[in-house]
């Protein structure tokens, strides 16, 4: 799962402006959990950050370049005691997913494990993605917003992350 989850992360680098899911479901599941990661930068976030950045260190160019035009990144990463979270507990959030820009892009259900990753397509344009992996002890939830070019996957490549496609016009 771990492996999907950088897929995940990777794949933020070619998204642009979705509508930015509500999380207020995941605010009542953090509540349960032994160990929580939440990570929110608008856009305005996001270009304050990039700015700071140094050109001339190729690691935080690289990483200034990846960020060109995301409109917003959000995460939410949650562990628990076995148990303590059910994989239904999301369903508010996949409800969300039934708008008709919301398109799947790979699903992988394994008895009490779940991968989902969703497109959010606009005439035709990728402009957002939403990663949920999920098993009875963690969740993580990326949902990322910015620029659709797919060209711009191959930007991370030297941060050691394979690229995949995306649907495009």
Do not use: C
Not at 15 to 22: G, I, P, W
Not at 131 to 156: F, H, Q
Request: aromatic residues 8%; neutral net charge.
């Amino acid at each position: 799962m771990r492996r999907l989850m950088l897929v995940g992360l990777m794949a933020f680098a070619i998204t642009a402006s979705a509508q930015q899911l509500d999380f207020k479901v995941l605010d009542k599941i953090a509540g349960k959990a032994t160990s929580s990661t939440e990570m929110g930068f608008d856009e305005a976030t996001l270009k304050s950050t990039a700015g700071a950045l140094d050109k001339k260190s190729l690691e935080q160019d690289l990483a200034k370049k990846a960020v060109e035009g995301l409109n917003g990144f959000f995460l939410r990463a949650y562990e628990f005691k076995n148990g303590d979270f059910k994989l239904d507990e999301i369903k508010p959030l996949l409800d969300q997913l039934k708008a008709p820009d919301w398109k799947p892009f790979l699903r992988v259900k394994e008895s009490n494990e779940l991968v989902e990753m969703w497109w959010h397509v606009k005439n035709g344009i990728v402009d957002g993605m939403l990663l949920i992996a999920a098993e009875s002890n963690e969740l993580t939830v990326i949902n990322a917003m910015g620029i659709s070019k797919p060209e711009d996957l191959m930007k991370l490549k030297d941060f050691g992350v394979p690229s995949i496609g995306a649907p495009t016009k």
